[in-house]
């Protein structure tokens, strides 16, 4: 069913319906009344008339259509782009309702506009999906009226089904990108570190030669050579450029992580921490791999620095989805002492609400940082934050606050236990957690942990 009639028509009859009321009074009104009506009758079909009379070529008066990319990046603001062109030979007024998947809940995509003869209106709005998945769009519907504006043209364009995937954000790893090729990062945060010492790393000693810097030269070896008589006594260390160090983010996919934030759960900022992390370490001539895990074993990305190695990360998050049950370090410590066999930087994503849940992860985590350096990342509770910075104004209030602060204690507490153990640890709001998570890597990079 294309047509419809506008609340104007529905005005006008109201009026109608008025008029013949007062002419039961009134009988001189009634002739009047019939006139209007008949006026009434002839510019509906007048209007009607206009909005269904065929246009030069058979086309189709109206044309629309809706522009966005083939995936939406979760928790970012997508653009989308709806074209509509008249070919009326006249004005008109429209009405754009664009049906939007359901998991955005929202009833006000709905737009009005005015389109000249010949012309293509552009409406542009957003979307912040904040679940991973698959999202189904509808039709693009346009009401368009003449200037009477007393009865109004359905069209519907683009087919009813269309699946559009929402990935981790890659707006956001493209935002960081851009801003690291311009040296630009310090505009969303991040800290620019001096790094401490030479990007190199001792390969091999071989003999003096004229040119040689005298700072380069092995005291000790060249003193074993002399000793033994051998020719070339004078030997110097000889450095290459640095050699890609791997990079792990360990993702955890428990309960824990199912806390929600702003729309997004812990999971997904994590994930999409992930994905700007791993495309930062490329950048620095680094390699990035990826575990996730749980209760059971879950995907492993090895570390490489392969051309579509970032696409594969991408995949990957794209498909993890949080469990219901405890996460199981035992057998992320199994894991990684079986798929990662040099050291690396370990990013552990994860949230420990209270002391004692880190201390029962202790032993692996302690055990993990033997072997790598380990980074534990864990988010601050920022609704607590916002209750204590709220004033006190009933003593019940008093009490929750100071239960609040206890918990806030808390966290800070569990960083002080990891770094007695020797663990680096990062308290973090979800906001923040991208920014601060590329400030600690490139710290140890600037400081040679790495």
């Given at each position: 069913m294309s047509f419809f009639l506008t609340p104007r028509f529905f005005y006008l009859c109201t009026a109608l319906i008025t008029g013949f009321i007062v002419s039961?009074?009134?009988?001189?009104?009634?002739?009047?009344?019939?006139?209007?009506?008949?006026?009434?009758?002839?510019?509906?079909?007048?209007d009607a008339l206009l909005l269904y009379a065929p246009v030069a070529g058979g086309a189709s008066p109206v044309f629309g259509r809706r522009a966005l990319g083939e995936k939406l990046a979760n928790g970012?603001?997508?653009d989308v782009q709806l074209f509509i062109e008249s070919r009326y030979r006249f004005?008109?007024?429209?009405?754009?309702?664009d049906e939007i998947p359901?998991?955005?809940?929202?009833?006000?995509?709905?737009?009005?506009?005015?389109?000249?003869?010949?012309?293509?209106?552009?409406?542009?709005?957003?979307?912040?999906?904040?679940?991973?998945g698959e999202y189904e769009f509808g039709a693009l519907n346009v009401y368009a009226a003449s200037p009477l504006r007393l009865v109004r043209r359905r069209f519907r364009f683009g087919r009813a089904g269309q699946v559009v995937p929402v990935y981790p954000s890659f707006l956001q790893m493209r935002q960081y990108e851009l801003l690291a090729i311009?040296?630009?990062?310090?505009?969303?945060?991040?800290?620019?570190?001096?790094?401490?010492?030479?990007?190199?790393?001792?390969?091999?000693?071989?003999?003096?030669?004229?040119?040689?810097?005298?700072r380069t030269i092995n005291w000790k070896a060249s003193a074993r050579r002399a000793t033994g008589g051998g020719a070339d006594t004078l030997v110097v260390n000889h450095f290459q450029d640095e050699r890609a160090q791997q990079v792990y983010c360990l993702i955890d996919k428990g309960r824990v992580m199912r806390m929600p934030f702003e729309g997004l759960s812990l999971l997904d900022y994590a994930i999409n921490a992930t994905l700007v992390m791993s495309n930062i370490a490329l950048l620095k001539h680094d390699k990035a791999g990826l575990i996730t895990f749980s209760n059971k074993p879950g995907a492993v990305v090895p570390a490489e620095r392969r051309p579509g190695h970032l696409r594969a990360i991408l995949e990957v998050l794209y498909r993890?989805?949080?469990?219901?049950?405890?996460?199981?370090?035992?057998?992320?410590?199994?894991?990684?002492?079986?798929?990662?066999?040099?050291?690396?930087?370990?990013?552990?994503?994860?949230?420990?609400?209270?002391?004692q849940g880190m201390e029962r992860q202790l032993p692996y985590l302690r055990a993990l940082s033997k072997a790598h350096l380990l980074l534990v990342v864990f988010f601050e509770n920022t609704e607590l934050r916002t209750y204590l910075d709220a004033p006190a104004e009933t003593t019940a209030y008093v009490y929750n606050q100071t239960i609040a602060e206890k918990f806030q204690q808390e966290k800070r507490q569990i960083v002080l236990e990891l770094q007695r153990y020797g663990i680096q640890a990062l308290l973090t709001p979800p906001q923040l957690l991208t920014v601060n998570t590329i400030n600690k890597y490139l710290e140890f990079k600037a400081r040679g942990l790495l």
């Amino acid at each position: 069913m294309s047509f419809f009639l506008t609340p104007r028509f529905f005005y006008l009859c109201t009026a109608l319906i008025t008029g013949f009321i007062v002419s039961f009074f009134l009988p001189w009104l009634l002739g009047p009344m019939l006139l209007l009506l008949g006026v009434a009758v002839l510019l509906t079909l007048l209007d009607a008339l206009l909005l269904y009379a065929p246009v030069a070529g058979g086309a189709s008066p109206v044309f629309g259509r809706r522009a966005l990319g083939e995936k939406l990046a979760n928790g970012s603001d997508n653009d989308v782009q709806l074209f509509i062109e008249s070919r009326y030979r006249f004005g008109i007024q429209v009405e754009v309702i664009d049906e939007i998947p359901h998991q955005f809940q929202r009833r006000d995509v709905l737009f009005e506009a005015t389109i000249q003869p010949g012309q293509t209106q552009v409406i542009k709005y957003q979307l912040r999906p904040t679940k991973r998945g698959e999202y189904e769009f509808g039709a693009l519907n346009v009401y368009a009226a003449s200037p009477l504006r007393l009865v109004r043209r359905r069209f519907r364009f683009g087919r009813a089904g269309q699946v559009v995937p929402v990935y981790p954000s890659f707006l956001q790893m493209r935002q960081y990108e851009l801003l690291a090729i311009h040296n630009r990062l310090t505009e969303v945060g991040v800290k620019r570190i001096r790094r401490v010492g030479q990007s190199t790393e001792f390969e091999q000693i071989r003999p003096y030669a004229s040119g040689d810097d005298p700072r380069t030269i092995n005291w000790k070896a060249s003193a074993r050579r002399a000793t033994g008589g051998g020719a070339d006594t004078l030997v110097v260390n000889h450095f290459q450029d640095e050699r890609a160090q791997q990079v792990y983010c360990l993702i955890d996919k428990g309960r824990v992580m199912r806390m929600p934030f702003e729309g997004l759960s812990l999971l997904d900022y994590a994930i999409n921490a992930t994905l700007v992390m791993s495309n930062i370490a490329l950048l620095k001539h680094d390699k990035a791999g990826l575990i996730t895990f749980s209760n059971k074993p879950g995907a492993v990305v090895p570390a490489e620095r392969r051309p579509g190695h970032l696409r594969a990360i991408l995949e990957v998050l794209y498909r993890q989805k949080t469990q219901y049950l405890e996460t199981d370090y035992e057998l992320l410590y199994a894991t990684v002492r079986a798929k990662i066999k040099q050291r690396s930087l370990l990013i552990l994503f994860t949230n420990f609400e209270t002391l004692q849940g880190m201390e029962r992860q202790l032993p692996y985590l302690r055990a993990l940082s033997k072997a790598h350096l380990l980074l534990v990342v864990f988010f601050e509770n920022t609704e607590l934050r916002t209750y204590l910075d709220a004033p006190a104004e009933t003593t019940a209030y008093v009490y929750n606050q100071t239960i609040a602060e206890k918990f806030q204690q808390e966290k800070r507490q569990i960083v002080l236990e990891l770094q007695r153990y020797g663990i680096q640890a990062l308290l973090t709001p979800p906001q923040l957690l991208t920014v601060n998570t590329i400030n600690k890597y490139l710290e140890f990079k600037a400081r040679g942990l790495l």
